[in-house]
């Protein structure tokens, strides 16, 4: 190896995370700061953090939204045309099919 061409090492540098939490690790830079660590990352903690900057999560919301409604307003489509051709089949069951059955 050649000598003086090796960054210096830090076997105590200090990473530092936006909530406050520290680690100590080695690296070639004294002082680290990171915004996020194992305390505080979502995959870890199991806690969500939702960053909607572009409101991509309520466009979605209301896109579903308007999915439910479509959906009730076919079934109600759907329950009215049962409900009609229910009264045409009622209505041909109660008419006389010849004029002797009205004698």
Request: glycine share 4%; with cysteine.
């Amino acid at each position: 190896m050649k000598a003086d061409i090796h960054p210096t090492y830090y076997s105590d540098a200090k990473v530092t995370c936006a909530c406050g939490n520290t680690i100590s690790v080695g690296s070639t830079v004294k002082e680290i700061h990171v915004e996020l660590c194992s305390q505080c990352h979502p995959f870890y903690t199991g806690k969500q953090k939702l960053v909607d900057t572009a409101r991509r999560v309520e466009k979605f919301a209301e896109r579903a939204g308007k999915k439910t409604i479509e959906a009730t307003v076919r079934a109600g489509k759907k329950a009215k045309t049962a409900k009609r051709v229910a009264q045409k089949t009622a209505k041909k069951q109660k008419a006389p099919k010849k004029l002797a059955d009205l004698a």
